[in-house]
């Protein structure tokens, strides 16, 4: 399944004249100015069938710290791998039933050895976050939706504890056929994240607590090659 994140401003009802690709998702953002009784959120707009997907309010600080414990109470040793995916150009994204890591460039077919980094001297990729991973839980409580998951950006959403308690950096875990290495870089919720999720979703991610679990999520990097898929185990090398 590809979506396209382009971020649109509606005019008005009236669709019909958009067109796109079969199974193409694109993201509307609905301004408060244009629906003032609306909260200010983002809805997934299918428009292969002309049909607007179920409004989602963002949860509140509240609700997301409601669901804590069950965040916590995520596998530590051994997981599942929920979702794959891959990010081919900005605001891209595609679905994968299957992936292939590689050592050289991640991911194959994602874009993270073309686009570059702004923490490397040189703007090239950065070697120490060729993959990024967020937990399966975490995405699932503050995106509500599966078909919203790939929102947030990552390629890797697992059940597994991922704080830096469990998965300090230097941990291996294996996946599939292939093995990737927990790397150092932060990982924090961003303005894109904001923008998809909501401000709340952002300070539950970067509170105290929030990074010390690693909320948003942890970079990787391929040290083994391999095949995986969805619903692979995903194992701590202990």
Avoid at 6 to 27: C, D, F, Q, V, W
Avoid at 176 to 205: L, M, S, Y
Wanted: glycine residues 8%; hydrophobic residues 35%.
């Amino acid at each position: 399944m590809r979506v396209n994140l382009a971020l649109i401003e509606i005019k008005g009802y009236n669709h019909g004249l958009l067109t796109t690709s079969p199974r193409s998702i694109l993201t509307f953002e609905l301004r408060k100015s244009l629906f003032p009784l609306i909260p200010y959120t983002l809805f997934p707009y299918n428009l292969s069938t002309t049909t607007l997907m179920p409004t989602i309010q963002h949860q509140s600080t509240a609700q997301l710290e409601g669901q804590l414990e069950y965040i916590k109470d995520s596998p530590k040793n051994q997981g599942i791998l929920k979702l794959i995916v891959c990010r081919p150009a900005d605001n891209e994204r595609n679905v994968l039933s299957e992936g292939q890591l590689d050592t050289t460039i991640g991911l194959v077919g994602d874009n993270w050895s073309t686009r570059g980094s702004s923490r490397t001297p040189d703007k090239s990729a950065h070697p120490e976050m060729q993959l990024n991973l967020m937990n399966a839980r975490t995405i699932e409580c503050i995106a509500q939706d599966k078909e919203r998951w790939p929102l947030a950006g990552d390629q890797l959403y697992i059940d597994l504890d991922l704080s830096d308690e469990n998965l300090p950096p230097g941990t291996q875990l294996s996946i599939g056929d292939a093995i990737i290495e927990v790397t150092a870089i932060p990982h924090n919720g961003c303005k894109k994240f904001t923008e998809r999720f909501g401000i709340d979703a952002v300070k539950f991610v970067n509170s105290p607590i929030g990074k010390q679990l690693h909320l948003r999520g942890i970079n990787a990097k391929v040290v083994k090659a391999g095949t995986i898929r969805p619903g692979d185990s995903v194992e701590k090398i202990l």
